[in-house]
């Protein structure tokens, strides 16, 4: 009962008011009619039942059921005191008996057919009001595109006032370049399809364009006719704005993470300018020596055409040695924006250790590698991930830099995690990390190092997490730590 | 004198320098043999002809130095000529004090190296002479009795005959004996030669 006191619109005495209106106005018309019958010269025999009927009509469509009762009930036994033979007497002779009895039947139908009138009446009352005070424009149309009704909301969205353009073509809402999808809607509708949910623009009074979400429904007749459509438009500008404004934030932050993760590879890259010269001139020292073996093996007498070849092959393949470090190097300096391409990520891991293997080595580290030659190529940013490979090495031959106590050894793993991600794991065995700098070796500016800025981490999450992975780290047995990140796999990548 | 052909062992991981190095120790007539790994030498059966080591300072799985030092403690005295890439000041002076010939920075001039492989074949050619030669005066020294050993040792330390029948409580006719035969069991003409060779096989009272 609470609740459902709650949800009334009304107050309880205007609800009590109601009643007293709807009560009061059945009793006065029941009084009024027993009082015109009364006065009223009628002639004898069923002229007397038409006033109270009357009544009971007007008090029944204003009051409802109930009223019409009340108006009966008043009705029939003043009738049959006053009017209804032997006069003056609650009684009725007998050859009138079905006069009366008629009289009452028709009362309670009467009164039932008002009320349901006036429940329908006040059922299309709601759904009108419904429809007024919608925050979306309701419209509906004839076949041939004619505005048949127009909402509130509609001409707060359009400019256009009701009286203006009920009557019009719907076109005239469309621009020009939307005048064919109107069509198009309009062919649906009449084959009786329902449009959900488009999202299209329409035109204003005042020419200024609006971004709507339409619905549009076909108005079906009892005969089940298509006999009209009935458009619902809900003005979407605005999520539109945000959406844009929320892009161009997107991009700006994009733009941003990428023009700092170029910062950070170059300067891993500076940390790695001895090993790539070693990359580069190992190469160069091969053609050096083979030239000058070249040189001699064709001074020889007779020269020796066949080894001079050789030397020169030799020659040709540390060239393209040579130029393919220089690529891999101007790949990781160059400053673009992240582009997503299928690739393999092993292909990325032997691409990284070209340019730091040298460094490991330096350091005395023995590398391992497990690379799962099944892994499902995925999508990403080639340079953004060998970025993440670069980083993560560089870290672990710095957390091995102290270690003397036992072998230094760094494992890149890469393997399948579940049909749709690609797992990688970078272990070391260095001074690992207690579980507090755990969680803010990630952190911006968090640094161990005495010469880092610490980004490096950061920009390796960042990378990760916007590849759709995850980073994470934790100690490794017996010693070191183990950084952990997968990437999603994508269907695209799958085909 | 052997006249095989200098043997140059090379070891270097990198496929493409090996085969460099290859042609181009080739084109002067030099035996090369290459190996990718210090383990791979070390299983390999090598020639036993004058030569000489190049070997990167930066192995897989071992510091070059740490091999040179293994080498040395296995009794292999093959002279090194290291190469390196640059920044490895410190293990340059490790292993020039550790008795390496040559320490080549890459990218190196191809004659550079192919003097440095001569000059390291000449240093082995020569130690290998040394050896031969004092491998013959171990061996007649072994020869010696016990008696005469003792007067070696007195002669090269400068004694007179009647001086070391002193000290060794024998006539100095018995001494001349002995020493007749320490200079004939041990090939030397004059007392100068036999301190010469005492000096070789460094005995003790010979400084």
């Known amino acids: ?154 001409e707060r969205m359009f400019g256009y006032a009701a009286g203006e353009v009920i009557g019009k073509p719907v076109k005239i809402l469309a621009p020009p370049d939307r005048v064919d999808e109107m069509r198009a809607i309009l062919e649906r509708i009449r084959r009786g399809e329902r449009v959900d949910h488009i999202e299209t623009v ?75 010269a070693h990359e580069i001139a190992q190469p160069l020292g091969g053609m050096i020596a083979s ?49 997503k391409e299928t690739l393999d990520f092993n292909h ?15 350091h005395d580290i023995m590398l391992r590698t497990q690379l799962d030659s099944t892994l499902p190529h995925l999508q990403g940013d080639r340079i953004q991930l060998q970025q993440v490979l670069i980083n993560l090495i560089l870290n672990a031959i710095e957390a091995m830099s102290g270690v003397n106590d036992r072998p230094r050894e760094l494992t890149i793993v890469s393997t399948q995690d579940g049909p749709n991600a690609v797992w990688v794991e970078v272990r070391d065995s260095g001074t690992g990390l207690d579980a507090k700098s755990a969680e803010k070796v990630f952190e911006a500016f968090y640094t161990t190092k005495s010469n880092g800025i610490g980004i490096g981490l950061s920009i390796t999450r960042s990378i990760v997490e916007a590849h759709g992975g995850r980073l994470c780290v934790s100690p490794s047995e017996p010693h070191g730590a183990v950084f952990r990140f997968s990437l999603p796999v994508t269907e695209e990548a799958l085909s | 004198m052997s006249v095989e052909l200098p043997a140059v062992f090379v070891i270097d991981d990198d ?26 030498f070390k299983n390999a059966r090598r020639p036993e002809a004058p030569g000489c080591l190049v070997l990167d300072v930066r192995l897989p799985g071992m510091s070059g130095i740490t091999f040179q030092e293994e080498l040395a403690k296995a009794g292999v005295a093959l002279p090194i000529i290291f190469i390196s890439g640059h920044g490895d000041v410190p293990m340059t002076v490790r292993a020039m004090k550790a008795g390496a010939v040559e320490f080549l920075t890459k990218p190196f001039d191809d004659q550079v190296l192919l003097d440095a492989v001569f000059a390291a074949i000449e240093r082995d050619r020569g130690r290998r002479r040394d050896a031969v030669v004092l491998a013959a005066l171990q061996a007649r020294y072994r020869e010696l009795t016990e008696r005469e050993r003792q007067v070696l040792q007195l002669v090269v330390a400068g004694r007179a005959n009647k001086q070391i029948a002193a ?31 005492a000096d070789r096989l460094i005995l003790p009272g010979s400084a």
């Not at chain 1, 209106?21 to 018309?29: D, I």
């Open chain 1, 1 to 154: 009962m609470r609740s459902r006191k709650a949800y009334r619109a009304s107050s309880l005495p205007e609800v009590m008011r109601g009643v007293l209106r709807r009560y009061g106005l059945a009793l006065v018309l029941a009084g009024l009619a027993l009082f015109l019958d009364g006065i009223l010269p009628f002639p004898e025999g069923v002229g007397i039942y038409q006033l109270p009927i009357a009544a009971v009509v007007l008090s029944a469509w204003y009051g409802g059921r109930g009223p019409g009762w009340f108006t009966t009930l008043v009705c029939a036994p003043g009738l049959m005191y006053w009017f209804v033979p032997p006069v003056n007497s609650f009684e009725v002779l007998p050859h009138h008996e079905p006069a009366y009895f008629i009289f009452i039947a028709l009362c309670l139908l009467v009164s039932e057919f008002s009320a349901g009138r006036r429940r329908a009446e006040h059922q299309t009352g709601v759904l009108a009001a419904i429809v007024e005070s919608s925050d979306d424009a309701i419209i509906s149309k004839d076949m041939d595109g004619i505005i048949t009704t127009w909402n509130a909301s509609a």
């Open chain 1, 202 to 276: 329409r035109r204003r009074k005042d020419g200024t364009l609006l971004d709507i979400s339409l619905t549009v429904s076909p108005i079906i007749d009892a005969n089940g006719a298509v006999v009209g459509a009935s458009k619902i438009a809900r003005d979407i500008s605005e999520r539109k704005r945000t959406e844009n404004a929320l892009r161009e934030t997107d991009n700006a932050l994009e733009m941003a993470r990428a023009e700092l993760a170029h910062v950070a590879r170059v300067s891993a890259l500076g940390e790695l300018t001895t090993s790539i």
């Open chain 1, 291 to 339: 030239a000058g073996a070249g040189t001699r093996w064709l001074s020889t007498e007779p020269p020796d055409i066949a080894e001079a070849r050789a030397a020169l092959a030799n020659i040709a393949a540390d060239g393209k040695r040579a130029r393919d470090v220089i690529a891999r190097i101007r790949a990781l300096t160059k400053r673009q924006t992240p582009r």
């Open chain 1, 348 to 362: 990325e891991v032997l691409e990284v250790l070209a340019l730091t293997e040298r460094e490991l080595r330096r």
């Open chain 2, 15 to 40: 496929p493409s320098m090996r085969r460099s190095l290859d042609t181009l120790l080739r084109s002067v007539a030099l035996d090369v043999h290459l190996f990718s790994s210090p383990q791979e």
């Open chain 2, 167 to 197: 000290e060794l409580l024998l006539s100095v006719v018995t001494v001349k004996v002995h020493r007749g035969q320490v200079m004939r069991k041990m090939g030397a003409k004059s007392v100068a030669e036999l301190v010469r060779m």
